[in-house]
Nanobody, 127 residues
């Protein structure tokens, strides 16, 4: 069982930065794969960044590559998302997701690959 609590975000000006934190509460074993998804009003939830907690491999959606960085702090049981050069189109509810099984292939972009989700944190980028 894993509980995820997101923090950070808020209102940011275009071109600015913010950092999201996902605090993980685990019973025994840590998740093998963690990700950040986002969902804007009227749009489907989309994967933004993924990290494999074992070897630290990271993956990014093309829309955020070079601007966002996902990282983990194993000592604190947190996964962070540093968001730079923000654009109005980055406005969305951001969700932390986790699973104990590493998705096959590129299924890490599929929301159904994750059994555990946080409640979400809003990021609004003003132009």
């Amino acid at each position: 069982q894993v509980y995820l609590v997101e923090s950070g975000g808020g209102l940011v000006q275009a071109g600015g930065s913010t950092r999201l934190i996902c605090q993980t509460f685990v019973h025994k074993y840590s998740p093998a794969c963690m990700a950040w998804f986002r969902q804007a009003p009227g749009k489907e939830r989309e994967g933004v960044a993924v990290i494999y907690t074992g070897d630290g491999s990271t993956y990014y959606a093309d829309s955020v590559k070079g601007r966002f960085t996902i990282s983990q702090d194993k000592a604190k049981n947190t996964v962070g998302l540093q968001m730079n050069s923000l654009k109005p189109e980055d406005t969305a509810m951001y969700y932390c997701a986790a699973d104990f099984i590493v998705p096959s292939g590129t299924n890490y972009w599929d929301a159904s690959s994750y059994d555990y989700w946080g409640q979400g944190t809003q990021v609004t980028v003003s132009s």
